[in-house]
């Protein structure tokens, strides 16, 4: 038998504490603030290890190290330790974890944060959870075992219950916790001992996510609800352009609005403290016309539209250097002994994240400065607390996060400086009183942070039969991860992943392969954004490919399929999502446009039935159809609800979201200029998920990126030409007309 360190019931010393996601040891040395934060008050019952607790009422406590921005993450981490366990669901409450990567750390991130992005917590947490749940399964299993003297093979489970048949015994777990003992060293979990897919009770089920009942009656917390003793209200006149800062204030009418407390100037911009949001918004208008900038950002003079040209004059240009991003084979010389090629070219342009809650946080620092307290909705808990500390200069166990939900995150709520959040802790530290702070609509458009613009030049070499032998992409992008996460990008070896991933042709049966990237920064603010590099990278990826089909008469869905041979998984999602949408059916006025993708592992394929008023413009999308393999879905009607989350974001890149920059100033304010679908321009959705025993890979955003090409390719059908520009604005869709 292991040495025992101390009874269930007994306080668990910091050196006690399991680290079961590791699978190795039950021992860990636990920094004190931190050690409170994991054996918190929030727990019901005796905290077993970090990720579960169970009182004596049998209430089971369970960690969960994703952030909720609706994705449903809180949910579907917890049932994962729960299936293991075998808990009963009713019985689970769910907490969020504190910002303790030894413990809670995304493996998906190399355990480095808590990081919630990329549709990567499930497929990440999956089998580590799982392992967590088996082995405080196994250590109720093995207490019952040497309590009643009986083999442990002897025993089994149903919900929150120990079960031995051959005499009718029963223990509930909460009874359990009063005896039982745990191992200095966790009990070892071998894969055939997890859980068979046909044994599941939760997983792969529909559990209705712990949060939709308090969003449905108004009782759910977010950022912006927060209200705090002694609180002031903040707001930021910010420098219209990223790395400006103020040259010369004139506070008088601002500190003249009645309730203002202070002006502060920031590194980044003017703030206002006052009693109340509207005093604050008030003054800050008062100093707008009062504030002259410096021009030190390098993005004064730039001009998103003749950035874009410049870009794709760049990606076409051979001779201009690039830098190899990902090779199969040898494209180079297979263009050379190619038969024929043919080549085109792509554009997108700027968007913004639009999340339904504008950015806010409130923050309360300590007279001293030597510790903090925050209340916010951020996807990473790591970041969240690790700014403030460098900014206070403080230890990072100082910084207390209250972690709450999000309305809407999309990649906006993860870059490491938190602006968001730093925004308050600055005024906060100055004011010496917590302080709310809250952006506008119109501050959040002005000072978003984007997805890239890029432009794409493709070629594709062909044998003498017409079989596609070369591929060769190249992506001219403004920078992204230097930007927002340049520890990440340093640790990455200096490799934008965020802005290049998805310009190869995975799946497709082609030899030769090479993407090349085009580094650029504009100076321009840019962020990973829903469905990151693959929304762009494969439109044009996705578009030319069914280029190639119409080039050879070939009809794409054919194409597809014939180049997909050797990829099981994506032939069956692609033929699917044909049955579904009837392909080859005759339409009047109508046409479909098909496209597929293998997003980190996922497979989704994707028909659009579009029809177009050639004198406005306008393209109508009327049906849309998606098969989605992603492995195990934990919760299939989820995944099923963000599937059509993300055909409906990935319209409004595609349709009309437009972000303009001259002279480094954004153009657009709000949702009158920034043009998001509107309801009865969103098209039935039809969604099928495809029923596999494989790992789980993600799901939130891998629709959005196949809503571009399926609709210039559907446009293609119909029409005659192509386009090539995203957003498909009118006027542009009237210019590829003409």
């Known amino acids: ?26 021992a860990i040395a636990v920094p004190g603030s931190l050690e409170a934060a994991v054996l918190s008050s929030e727990r019901t019952g005796t905290a077993i290890n970090p990720w579960i607790s169970i009182a ?103 919900p929150s219950t120990v079960v031995h048949a051959k005499s009718g015994r029963k223990l509930g777990y909460g009874e359990i916790t009063q005896f039982a003992e745990v191992p200095a060293k966790a009990p070892e979990i071998k894969p055939d001992q997890l859980k068979k897919a046909a044994d599941f009770r939760l997983i792969g089920k529909d559990v209705m996510r712990i949060e939709l009942p308090s969003k449905v009656n108004g ?75 410096t021009r030190t950002g390098t993005a004064w003079g730039f001009d998103s539209d003749k950035g874009l040209d410049a870009f794709a004059a760049d990606a076409k240009n051979l001779n201009r250097a690039a830098r190899d991003w ?33 950015l806010n946080a409130v923050a309360s620092v300590a007279s001293d400065g030597q510790s903090a307290e925050i209340w916010a909705g951020t996807q990473s808990q790591t970041t969240a607390t690790e700014a403030p500390a460098k900014f206070l200069g403080i230890p990072r166990d100082k910084v207390k996060l209250h972690d709450l939900l999000m309305g809407g995150g999309f990649g906006r709520r993860g870059n490491r400086d938190v602006d968001f959040i730093m925004d308050a802790v600055m005024l906060s530290k100055e004011a010496g009183r917590p302080v709310k702070v809250m952006w506008t609509r119109e501050d959040d458009v002005h ?35 230097p930007y927002m996460d340049p520890v990440r990008f340093q640790a990455t070896g200096g490799r934008d992943f965020i802005a290049m991933l998805g310009g190869e042709p995975r799946g497709y049966d ?117 098969t989605l393999d992603c492995g195990v879905a934990v919760q299939p009607d989820n995944v099923v609800a963000q599937t059509e989350s993300s055909i409906v974001y990935g319209l409004g890149v595609t349709m009309s979201e437009l972000i303009s920059i001259k002279d480094g100033v954004v153009e657009q304010s709000n949702f009158y200029d920034y043009a998001l679908p509107r309801m009865n321009e969103v098209p039935e959705m039809h969604i099928e998920l495809i029923k596999t025993d494989n790992h789980p890979t993600g799901a939130g955003q891998m629709a959005s990126p196949l809503v ?22 009118p006027d542009r869709v009237k210019k590829a007309l003409a």
């Open 326 to 358: 990902s090779s199969q084979g040898n494209a180079r010389a297979a263009f050379q002994g190619a038969a024929s090629t043919m080549e085109a070219e792509y554009r997108c342009d700027y968007a913004y994240h639009a999340q339904m809650e504008p």
């Open 510 to 626: 082609v030899p030769h392969q090479l993407v090349e990237h085009l580094y650029r920064d504009t100076g321009v603010r840019t962020n990973p954004l829903r469905g990151i590099s693959f929304l762009a990278n494969k439109f044009a990826a996705e578009a030319f490919i069914d280029e190639m089909a119409r080039k050879r008469g070939v009809d794409p869905l054919a194409y597809r399929l014939e180049l997909l041979k050797g990829t099981p998984r994506a032939h069956k999602a692609v033929e699917r999502v044909a049955q579904m949408a009837e392909w080859g059916k005759k339409r009047d006025g109508r046409a479909l446009g098909l496209s597929y993708i293998d997003y980190s592992g996922s497979q989704v394929a994707g028909i659009a039935e579009i029809s177009l008023d050639r004198g406005s413009g306008q393209v109508k999308v009327h049906n849309f159809w998606c």
């Open 708 to 729: 571009a090409p399926c609709i210039s390719n559907a446009v293609a059908e119909l029409a005659g030409v192509r386009l090539r520009h995203t957003p498909f604005l």
């Open 447 to 481: 000072n978003g942070r984007f997805r890239p613009i890029s432009a794409h030049y493709l070629r594709a070499g062909f044998d003498a039969s017409g079989k596609i032998t070369a591929w060769h992409h190249r992506i001219a992008v403004d920078r992204v991860g």
């Open 56 to 158: 004596p009422d049998g209430t089971i406590t369970i960690m969960s190290a994703a952030t909720e921005m609706g994705q449903g993450s809180m949910t579907s981490l917890p049932l994962i330790i729960a299936e293991e366990l075998d808990a009963d669901w009713a019985r689970v409450r769910i907490v969020p974890a504190p910002p303790l990567e030894s413990i809670y750390g995304n493996p998906g991130f190399g355990g480095a944060m808590m990081y919630t992005a990329g549709s990567n917590a499930v497929t990440s947490y999956y089998t580590p959870l799982r392992v967590v749940g088996a082995q405080v399964r196994r250590v109720l299993l093995d207490n019952v075992a040497r309590k009643w003297g009986v083999p442990v093979e002897e025993l089994t489970t149903e």
């Open 1 to 26: 038998m292991n040495k025992r360190i101390g009874k269930l019931n007994t306080p668990v010393s910091r050196r006690q504490v399991m680290i079961g996601a590791a699978g190795l040891s039950f």
């Open 219 to 293: 009782s759910a917390t977010y950022g912006i609800d927060v209200q705090v003793p002694g609180m002031l209200y903040g707001t930021l006149l910010r420098a219209p352009v990223e790395g400006s800062a103020p040259n010369r204030i004139d506070e008088a009418k601002a500190k003249a609005v009645p309730g203002v407390v202070s002006v502060i100037r920031l590194p980044h911009g003017v703030g206002v403290v006052a009693d109340t949001a509207w005093a604050a918004l008030k003054a800050r208008q008062a100093l707008i016309g009062a504030v002259t900038w």
